[in-house]
């Protein structure tokens, strides 16, 4: 079967903790999903291709790229850059590089996923870091936060080029015609804040961008829904997320505890389980797997890495819309308009290659 | 009736949303629970005295100075402490300064209470910054979580001391014998994050204090209970803190959807009400209520602004536990063990005198 018209998605299949196995069902159940979809599984060949074989639907879209090493998820990133030069996490960034995939997904370790990517297929021209961004359920629809940990320290263009993105995002991904940006503070008073939030919220109130921007909000306004686009810097991202889903975590232990108090408890979680099960199915932290990098000039997601083949397929079906819905012509046309910057060159490559003409698997 | 053997508080009557309503209705009650407690209200008189004439808990164990101005709610800092000298706040912290009440507590302006605590009572010889504590619920029982928004950076020796204060709080309040001390990070590998919370950590592996450190944590342990003790910057802690509460709410407002989405799940709901009223009360965010500025030399806690008169009486209940388990005079003792540092004088004042020999209101 000829390759034409598939989005093809590289895959680091060594990388978190559940392995190829976790990767390869993954996929699988992402194809179920997109029927365009098509993969080049980067890894232990002699362990991924029996996993392939297992998944009729897997059949004649899948690539098996052989690499001999892995990348341990306590190297330091700029180890792993060094040394990691055959692993399936390079080589499967490799293959957005070189054109032949659209993106990257991995779950592997983050920050060598970070620096490989940005080694590898670069920063765009006009942005001076990747975010990582991620979507949070919210009382209305969901928002994107960004940055949720790939800078710790973020200066107030950083924080501006994050809300940009982040708004080009709920455009074109989200199809939400004027998003709005908040910048998370401590408070919502102008003077609040370190100076990198006050500086950057002055650039925003003044600087034409895409969207539209409301000012400072604070950690409880995330799963309000007050705004489409929350900024921050990777610090306060990262304990924002990872408190989030703690507290999400602590309240379904609470509940269980209490279904299991009394008889009467008992008879009602019977009664509400279906909905309740559909609720679960709602906060489920898998729906919500496949943080973005941001600003690369390339797709990459990254998975978490104790995640099961739904999150996993969850994190494919992200670079799926990422690249099916041209977010990154869509950051490069905003950068051209607002920062005067050339549509860089590179960015032909892997971007206008997610429909492949020819070739097979 | 003597005010002999009680433990006095001041009050700031016209902090936070509710006014002196608020404030005197959860004095009220906060007595019905604690029989040792009096009161100075600080405010406007002619508002207070018939409020306070409400209760007759409250005759004989309150007395109520008046105050002529209050401290707005976007005052900056600064210009709360030049033009608020004859503020209810300031006046109710002066009481504490004077000896006349153990302790004060304020519904108002976060930053200005701070200001003028620092200014009026002192940070403890020992300590360089005061810190905002507070609890969460976990899935084990609860933890204290340290700074929360005093102090948007801090240096290592800043969180040094936080873990120190946060260590006692946990032993002499709560009872724990041997706490345990974890640092805020986005990893818990040792080369994550910050150069402060870096170096703080290997201060805290090498330094004899009081608890044991168990390194890094990641904001999904706050809730999981793994360490007794928190510390971070108060821009993250109160990020944690209030993305927190929003995720809370965002749980519970999809709970109420999940309840009413089908007759069955009505049916359930009414089955388990009694169970899931239980749960209720024991994630009320009003229980929680009280943020304790920790290293002062004299007990301060802020309520929170939007409380009701349950919240304001979880808050004196705070600031009675601090007085009556001599919170400060175990923290002077450990500073003076580790640091060298002589007690202070000055700490004999409101920290010797929470039990009033005589004299009436």
């Known amino acids: 079967m000829p390759m034409s018209n598939k989005t093809i998605i590289a895959l680091d299949a060594m990388g978190g903790d559940g392995g190829p196995e976790v990767v390869v069902a993954g996929a699988a159940l992402a194809r179920e999903r997109y029927p365009k979809i098509a993969y080049i599984f980067v890894g232990d060949e002699a362990r991924i291709k ?3 074989a297992r998944y009729p639907l897997l059949k004649d879209i899948s690539e098996i790229r052989h690499a001999p090493d892995i990348v341990p998820n306590d190297l330091k990133p700029s180890l792993a850059l060094r040394q990691g030069r055959a692993s399936s996490m390079r ?3 490799n293959a957005v590089a070189k054109g032949d995939a659209a993106s990257v997904v991995s779950s592997g370790n983050t920050g060598a996923l970070m620096a490989m990517a940005k080694f590898v297929l670069k920063t765009m021209p006009g942005i001076d870091r990747p975010a990582i961004a991620g979507l949070f359920p919210t009382q209305i629809a969901e928002c994107v936060v960004l940055d949720l940990g790939a800078n710790l320290e973020c200066d107030a263009e950083n924080l ?5 993105m982040g708004a080009i995002f709920c455009h074109t991904v989200l199809g939400i015609q004027d ?3 908040g910048l998370l503070n401590i408070g919502v008073e102008e003077m609040k804040g370190h100076d990198e939030v006050r500086t950057a919220a002055g ?3 003044e600087r034409p961008i895409f969207g539209s921007f409301k000012g400072f909000i604070e950690g409880n306004d995330i799963t309000a829904g007050t705004v489409d686009v929350i900024v921050t810097d990777g610090f306060s991202g990262n304990i924002a997320l990872k408190t989030a889903e703690g507290t999400a975590k602590l309240i379904s232990h609470f509940l269980i505890q209490t279904f299991k108090s009394s008889l009467f408890a008992r ?7 279906g909905a ?3 609720l679960k199915v709602r906060v489920d932290p898998r729906r919500y797997n496949g943080a973005m990098f941001l600003g690369l000039q390339g797709v990459c997601v990254k998975s978490h890495g104790g995640t099961d083949h739904e999150g996993f397929a969850s994190a494919i ?4 819309d990422l690249v099916d819905r041209g977010f990154n012509h869509r950051i490069r046309d905003e950068l051209a308009l607002h920062y005067g910057v050339e549509p860089p060159a590179k960015l032909e490559g892997p971007e206008e290659k997610p429909l492949l003409e020819n070739g097979d698997a």
Chains 1, 2 share one sequence.
Do not use: S
């Open 91 to 93: 080589l499967a960034i």
């Open 179 to 181: 998003p709005t940006i």
């Open 203 to 205: 650039i925003l109130r």
């Open 50 to 52: 029996p996993l392939v």
């Open 276 to 278: 309740l099960r559909k």
């Open 160 to 164: 501006v080029q994050f809300a940009m």
């Open 317 to 320: 079906g992200v670079a799926f």
């Open 267 to 273: 008879l009602g979680y019977c009664l509400a389980r």
